[in-house]
């Protein structure tokens, strides 16, 4: 008889925090998101997108499962980016709201910036190929001499000469 309530009370406590750990996002565009890429907080994996869909508005609804934190802020912040050279992967950044997400809460996704440097090299070869061949040469030109700059800073930052 002593065991219900300490069974009663597990139950409890695991349907309640349960619901937190999944979380829907809105976005425009899904930007090459799928199913099993990784939610990341400060580039650690916090969880993974368990379904991509689309709303009634044509919308990207991605479904989240947080293995690791369910007690976001509710002003967090969720941006599609990159885990890596190759992975796409939400980001997630903290907010400091008192308030905590739940999966009832609606949130809208941060695409990422036009003009941000995509590590996984897509914007710049979307860039190339919709570009005319003429502008082509151009473009590989200035791509290289930014990555070269941003080499060269990445050196002195790392204190490697």
């Known amino acids: 008889m002593t065991k219900i309530p300490y069974l009663l009370f597990l139950f409890i406590l695991f349907s309640c925090s349960s619901p937190n750990k999944e979380l829907t996002i809105?976005?425009?565009?899904?930007?090459?998101?799928?199913?099993g890429d990784p939610v990341v907080l400060n580039n650690q994996p916090i969880?993974?997108?368990?379904?991509?869909?689309?709303d009634e508005h044509y919308k990207v609804l991605v479904h989240i499962y947080l293995n690791k934190i369910d007690h976001l802020p509710q002003d967090s912040k969720f941006t599609i980016g990159a885990k890596d050279l190759l992975v796409r992967a939400i980001v997630v950044t903290p907010g400091k709201s008192k308030n905590r997400l739940t999966s009832s809460d609606r949130i809208i996704g941060i695409p990422p910036a036009k003009n941000q440097i995509d590590s996984s090299g897509t914007d710049f070869f979307e860039q190339f190929f919709e570009s005319k061949p003429s502008e082509n040469q151009d473009t590989i030109l200035k791509e290289l001499k930014e990555l070269k700059q941003e080499l060269r800073d990445l050196k002195k930052q790392t204190g490697m000469q």
């Open 47 to 54: 969880g993974k997108v368990t379904k991509v869909s689309l």
């Open 26 to 35: 809105t976005f425009e565009n899904a930007s090459g998101i799928v199913e």
